[in-house]
Structures are given as C-alpha cells and as structure tokens.
C-alpha cells in the first residue's frame, strides 16, 4: 500500500512495500465488527507510520487506511 500524506506540515509517501516492519497487533476477534488490526512501519528516512484495517464498527470502517505517527507515538504503541 502506499499513500501520500501530510505530516509536521510536509508531504510524505508512506509505502508499505520499501519501510521495515516493527510489528502488528489486533484488537477484538475475527468477524468482530469492531474489531481491527494495525502494523507499525518505520521508513528509511526515519519516518513511522500505521496501517490499519478492521471491521464496519472499527476506526478502520472506510477501509485500509495509513496513519503518520511520531517517533514518541511507535515508542508507546
């Protein structure tokens, strides 16, 4: 997946293809309407961003989605 998003005021593209992966976790059951899963990215330039995608009745209802992080944010997810 890649996306281009704002993030500090700057534009970047998040690409799930080229960024090292750090970790995935899940919320609720398989089949859960609000349940969700999301994975931790970190990009070669340092950047962190989440992939998440779940359930109608999840943050994730619109579909997969990418959400910037901040370096403080991946530390406490």
Known sequence: MRKVKT???KR???DTEKAEQ????SFGEFGDPAGYEETLYK???GLYFVVGKGGDQSPYAKGEDIKPVSADE???W
């Open 7 to 9: 993030f500090g005021g």
């Open 12 to 14: 970047h593209t998040y």
């Open 22 to 25: 750090l970790g995935t976790r």
């Open 43 to 45: 990009t070669k330039q």
């Open 74 to 76: 991946a530390k406490a």
